[in-house]
Structures are given as C-alpha cells and as structure tokens.
C-alpha cells in the first residue's frame, strides 16, 4: 500500500490551510491558515461554482475553496501577478 499523498506534494505552492465543517468548527488550520481562522464565516458564506470550488485575492494571497459533503477545505497560495 502506498503512503498518503501529503498537503506539499499535492499542492507544492501552499503556504497554510483551514478546513471547517458546516457549523462553521475549526477541523484543522496549518501555515498562515492559523492566523485566518476568524475568516471562516465569511469563506463559508463564499459563492462558489457547481464543483464546490472558489477562488478569491487577498493581497497577496490567493484563497482557494474546496466545499464537498458538509466539508470545506481552503488552501492559500502565493498570489504570484
């Protein structure tokens, strides 16, 4: 059996996550993430596409937002212009 594909290997560009369940609780925050978890309401609340996905620009940050079953997964990345 092969090992689980880490947050770095799959998305070698991110510097933190949030995730957060429907009542908008804190599962795990790691990287900048930690210093964001007073955005969850308003991610939450976040317009996204049929797939569940979302994207927005903060600064210099982008936030990336993965909803599926209850379950919503933001990963921030470089916001490279």
Not at 47 to 58: F, I, M, N, P, Q
């Amino acid at each position: 059996m092969s090992k689980p594909l880490t947050l770095e290997e799959a998305i070698p560009n991110a510097i933190g996550t949030l995730s957060f369940d429907e009542d908008n609780q804190l599962i795990e925050s790691t990287g900048i993430g930690k210093d964001r978890v007073n955005d969850i309401v308003e991610i939450g609340q976040m317009e996204l596409d049929k797939d569940g996905y979302g994207v927005v620009s903060d600064k210099d940050v982008l936030v990336n937002v993965f909803k599926q079953a209850g379950k919503t997964v933001v990963v921030y990345t470089p916001n490279e212009q």
